[in-house]
């Protein structure tokens, strides 16, 4: 039997946080009185532009019988710089990257001051907060008498259809700050984008016939059962990402992973008081491959960057992800003409300063190292190089890519044409060397000084 909720309106948009707003999509002033009605409200739907199309299978070509669970202490925030450069190689950097790092506070470099480096620190916090209780949230239950029900209220775990549950989750997941949201169901192909260990803290995930996800101090242990991942995006700040290489960029970063972890959390409690699990990792990454996720979801299309670009804000999102026993129905891959515009493009390649991207014109199925799965035909990355420039810079990311791809700047480059180029670059390569020549703003570099005078929007959106 369906079971709608019975509480009250003032109760349940307390529970929401929605009390005296308008509708989360922030577009009128609709009021939600339950469960039914923000299913049913225009932010839960997935409307996607006409030029945007849903397809069965991603631009990208996959080969999953080449695909295995990746072994995460090979990526180089791991163990991977030091087995691709030695170890040796790798401790001498390390330590030039912290020389370099003070030379730039003690020397008030700009971009680089101790300002800079303060904000990414305060970026960071929230995310790492959370990061020893993830998987399974972090205990604590929101009381339901701060909604106004008792606490000991007996109830039904929520029933819906799958649709339906999806909807649900798009919108609550927009409510609290995902930019976008889809839904990819676990299979035998699609767990192999989960990690065998979690680079964090070195456990195995590993995949059980049980009905409750637990964790020991070996493995953390997800049902079979919670075979749905809910995948979302949260954007950077393109007004920080400009002054790439500065550390300034790296503070659009650090935000955006605590903002995902806010995310998580809202998520966690939401569906764990719907009686269903919620299980993350943190977003850091650590449990799998989020780009690959968030393309099988339709957030965006694998790119030259080997990261997943979204039609909407180029490179500058961050995709995170929360697994759920929660029945939702999956959202299709998309064609924007990404990836097909990054066969022509080359502009990240281009200006990448430690040659790490591919200048390719074809996508490979050749890996470059260890620290790359195999499966996909793409432009894979020299990910040593990329993370040798990092430590030369001070040990912080270099943003560079990012800043300059072209789809970052769809809003003021192309004369401010920008959605007749990208309804013209869904439907056609033939214009594509075109664009990319009109694309003459590099996109980096910006001074960091002056971006401390910006009377800045919030998040720097």
Known sequence: MKYHTTWSKRSFMKTLGLEGNTDAGGSGSSQYRDLDEIKASPVAERKLPWWIKEVDKPTVEIDWS????????????VNGF?????????????????????KSILENESGYTLR????????????????EHAFLGPGLKVPFSMAGIP?????????????ENTRMVRAAAKLYGADSVGVVELDENTRKLIYE???????????????????????KVIPYKAKWMIVYTIRMSPLSLATAPAALATAASSLAYSEGTSVQLRLQQFISRLGYQCLADGNMGTSGNSPGFGVLAGLGELSRLNRMISPYWGPLVRVYKVITDLPLAPT????????????TCKKCAEVCPSNALSMETEPSWEIQGPWNNPGVKTYYEKAPNCFSHWLRIGGHDCGICLAACPFTKLDKSFIHIHNLVRQILSATSVF???????????????DPEAWWEIDLPPYGL
């Not at 080449?66 to 925030?77: A, G, H, T, V, W």
């Not at 030091?82 to 370099?100: F, I, R, S, T």
């Not at 606490?151 to 649709?163: A, H, I, S």
């Open 82 to 102: 030091a087995q691709a450069v030695g170890p040796d190689n790798a401790m001498k950097l390390g330590g030039e990257a912290g020389e370099a790092a003070t």
């Open 432 to 446: 594509n060397g075109m664009f990319r020549k009109l694309d003459t703003d590099p996109g980096y570099g910006k």
């Open 66 to 77: 080449q695909m295995k669970r990746f072994d995460s202490s090979n990526i180089m925030f």
């Open 151 to 163: 606490d000991d209220l007996d109830y039904p775990r929520y029933e819906g259809t799958p649709e």
């Open 332 to 343: 299709k891959p998309i064609d924007a003409g990404i990836f097909r515009f990054c066969r």
């Open 116 to 131: 800079e480096k303060a904000l990414v620190a305060g970026g960071w916090l929230t995310s790492l907060l959370t990061m």
């Open 197 to 219: 260990f979690d680079g964090w803290d070195g456990r195995k995930w590993e995949f059980e016939d049980v009905d409750k996800a637990y964790e020991t101090d070996k493995k």
